[in-house]
């Protein structure tokens, strides 16, 4: 089930790279570009943060977001709202229902407690998030919850999560418009421990596209 049929990403390329199975991405999104995450191979989650790139102590809020739109699913409309209450980005295309907004980063402490201290070397999103912010002078402080593009985390009647086989399939996407500048991270989930990966990592492709040399040149009215 979609929410739009497949389209080309709007206006002039300005970046197209593969983020290989479990690395950390980021990039800097100019206001007016848009930021589309393919999953290539399906079932792929791609962790997710947005910070404001010229006050990063404003940043994206799950909580904020949850709220405003009374739903704990992203789906095409949906506005990603700071720790301020102001629009980061909005979704403005994506070919899976929803996106999980709850289901958190994996970590090597919720590893070793979810599947036994054998999983303690193994990479994870927390490590992918540290490394990408350190970059901008960021620790472990600045890491909130997240989003998880693709993922699949039902709530049950009852309130129960569930990390569940993915509703994505490859070559589907979901695209971003950004409201302001900002700085977007993404960690290509490492987890081989549930079925959020369908247990075998595998690369992502991200494409920022902007308004174009004449557009953006265009005195506005
Ligand atoms: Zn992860």
């Not at 593969?18 to 848009?34: F, K, M, N, T």
């Not at 399939?169 to 409201?179: F, Q, R, S």
């Not at 900002?182 to 369908?198: E, G, K, R």
Request: some cysteine; hydrophobic content about 35%.
């Amino acid at each position: 089930m979609s929410d739009n049929a497949h389209s080309s990403p709007r206006g002039e390329t300005l970046l197209d790279e593969i983020v290989p199975a479990r690395a950390p991405w980021e990039h800097v999104l100019r206001r007016g570009e848009s930021l589309r995450i393919i999953d290539l191979e399906g079932n792929q989650s791609a962790d997710f943060l947005l910070y404001a790139l010229h006050d990063d102590a404003e940043r994206y809020s799950a909580q904020d977001t949850i709220a405003a739109q009374r739903n704990v699913y992203l789906r095409t409309g949906s506005v990603l709202l700071s720790n301020e209450g102001r629009p980061l980005a909005r979704i403005i295309a994506t070919t899976v229902a929803r996106h999980d907004t709850i289901g958190g980063a994996c970590s090597c402490e919720s590893n070793t407690l979810r599947y036994g201290h054998h999983t303690k070397s193994q990479h994870a999103c927390a490590d992918n998030f540290l490394y990408s912010n350190a970059r901008y002078g960021r620790g472990k402080r600045d890491m909130v919850s997240n989003i998880n593009w693709f993922m699949n985390v039902p709530v049950e009647q009852d309130g129960t999560l569930g990390i569940v086989d993915g509703i994505s399939a490859p070559g589907l996407y979901v695209e971003l418009l950004a409201e302001m500048d900002l700085v977007a991270v993404i960690s290509n989930c490492p987890q081989i421990n549930n079925p959020c990966n369908a247990f075998n990592p595998t690369p992502l492709r991200v494409i920022i596209t902007g308004p174009g040399r004449i557009a953006a040149c265009s005195p506005r009215s």
